[in-house]
């Protein structure tokens, strides 16, 4: 075959290949609708469906929430978590102590059961409006974001309790659901028993605020930096700067992409001492990813 010929192919390769691209990139939902998504119950999967197979077991619902990633409201389309949860793993999910949503991302979001019957959640698949499954998050410098496979969202626009939460709980890139106990998927990252009232405090607000993103001894989200091994942020961070980096991380990193903690949440300053206090005190109890002693 001539140099010319072998040329005019690799063009027309090369031309298909993109327009491959630019479709998968401008129609994600082609890419995502076959993507199997785990659930899992105290780390076995029980189910692994797809969004096709989800439409066939949860009615799609239009809701209108307030987008706490976006400071307005908007209106999705989604299924009820509670419907499918119920069609996937039976009504015993309700008796679960917690519930672990991974993200494509390494968002690792741990919400306890009690939150779902408590409150009204669903899985978004789509916007109402037809528009690309995309969002831009102004809470992390703007950036824009796949929504799917799924988000979880709230009925939040008549809650204050669930308002105040901010976007801690409101994973999106959900590929893997699964039912666990707290202290059994995440041993490592309770104080000491003996660590003060203001640590104790301070260890739940980084379980809801925090962990999601960073990891603690090895146990928490993979979309951030580890905190504490092996060496602790408190060994190396001022605690004026790791103050400011909690509330106000752009003041700290031009195009930081971490979110600072929501004005939203109540006494937001002692709840930044406080994690700063659940820091410190880890500091103190290192723990290696492979959960062994570190001394």
Known sequence: MSNRNTNSLLNISLILVAICGSICLSSPALSQSNIGIEFKDKGKIVNTLSLKDIATVAPAVSLK????????????????????????????????????????DGYQASIPVTKFLSHDAY???????????????????????????????????KSKILL??????????VKSIELTEFATRFPNLAPPATASAE???????????????????????????????????????KPEYLTRWIENPSSIRYNTLMPGLAQEIPNRAKVTKEIVAYLKAMSTTKRSPKRQDIR
């Not at 809470?139 to 709230?154: A, D, M, R, T």
């Not at 105040?164 to 890139?173: H, I, K, L, N, R």
């Not at 603690?216 to 580890?226: L, S, V, Y």
Request: hydrophobic share 40%; proline share 4%.
């Open 65 to 104: 929430i307030f987008e706490i990633h976006e400071k307005k409201e908007h209106i999705y389309k989604a299924y009820s978590a509670r419907a499918l949860f119920d069609k996937t793993f039976g009504k015993d999910w309700e008796k679960a102590g917690e519930i672990v949503f991974i993200s494509m």
């Open 164 to 173: 105040e939460d901010g976007a801690s709980d409101m994973p999106y890139q």
């Open 199 to 237: 640590v104790q405090h301070g260890f739940l607000h980084f379980r809801k605020y925090c962990m999601a993103c960073h990891m603690i001894n090895g146990e928490g989200g993979d979309k951030a930096p580890e905190l504490n091994y092996p060496t602790s942020v408190v060994e190396y961070i």
């Open 123 to 157: 899985f978004a698949f789509a916007h109402d409006d037809g528009s690309p499954f995309t969002m831009t998050n102004v809470l992390q410098n703007n950036e824009v974001v796949q929504l799917g496979p799924l988000y979880l969202i709230w009925d939040n626009i």
